[in-house]
């Protein structure tokens, strides 16, 4: 059984710093394309940033420049480096596996950007 466990939210000051960890356990994130999404309060979910199986890497424009997205396979887990963070990257942030027709999420951890 596939399982995709997020860590390391919290509540940080606008541009601060935090590192999200998805450890993934039952398969092997260098097999799969990983992506980080998030959900804002009313907002829709979207991709943040996403790794694929051939290691290129996605982010999105909002986050670009600031958000940097790894992969390590000795631990089989995908991190999320978030600098210079802002008030409106408050959202719970979901670990995402997939690679066809499989498709995996975690169970969301709190990011929260506050003075």
């Known amino acids: 059984q596939v399982q995709l466990v997020e860590s390391g939210g919290g509540l940080v000051q606008p541009g601060g710093s935090l590192r999200l960890s998805c450890a993934a356990s039952g398969t092997i994130v260098s097999f799969y394309s990983m992506a980080w999404y998030r959900r804002a309060p009313g907002k829709q979910r979207e991709l943040v940033a996403a790794i694929f199986s051939g290691d290129g890497i996605n982010y999105a424009d909002s986050v670009k420049g600031r958000f940097t997205i790894s992969r390590d396979s000795t631990k089989n887990t995908v991190y999320l480096q978030m600098n210079s963070l802002k008030p409106e990257d408050t959202a719970v942030y979901y670990c995402?596996?997939?690679?066809?027709?499989?498709?995996?999420w975690g169970q969301g951890t709190q990011v929260t950007v506050s003075l």
């Open positions: 995402n596996g997939h690679r066809f027709p499989l498709n995996y």
